[in-house]
């Protein structure tokens, strides 16, 4: 079983950064993928970004490209996303995700990952 839990979530200023961070505990496995996906009331949950096992391939959301940059430390078993200039928006529950089996046509499908963490509340205001 793996486990993932959040942090780094709060309340900023439009144009603003907050880094977001994902613990990882439990059963390890290698080749995982892992991703941040979002989700704003009344909508469903989004995809923001993906990274590879590696940290070498990364995949993000068109609405986050160029301003969203995930990463990841295997040695510390954390993940990462920063987050900058952020707008309205962004205003969402983050959650980090994990999986084995998911590959570059699927890592956008949230259904695809197994392990989820409790998420992260970011409030962006204008």
């Known amino acids: 079983q793996v486990q993932l839990v959040e942090s780094g979530g709060g309340l900023v200023q439009a144009g603003g950064s907050l880094r977001l961070s994902c613990a990882r505990s439990?059963?390890?496995?290698?080749?995982?993928?892992m991703a941040w996906f979002r989700q704003a009331p009344g909508k469903e949950r989004e995809f923001v970004a993906a990274?590879?096992?590696?940290?070498?391939?990364?995949y993000y959301a068109v609405s986050v490209k160029g301003r969203f940059t995930i990463s990841r430390e295997n040695a510390k078993n954390m993940m990462y996303l920063q987050m900058n200039s952020l707008k309205p928006e962004d205003t969402a529950v983050y959650y980090c995700?994990?999986?084995?089996?998911?590959?570059?046509?699927?890592?956008?499908?949230?259904?695809?990952?197994?392990?989820w963490g409790q998420g992260t509340q970011v409030t962006v205001s204008s």
């Open positions: 439990g059963r390890t496995f290698s080749g995982d993928s």
């Open positions: 995700a994990a999986d084995s089996h998911v590959t570059i046509t699927t890592m956008t499908h949230s259904n695809e990952y197994d392990y």
């Open positions: 990274i590879s096992w590696s940290g070498g391939s990364t």
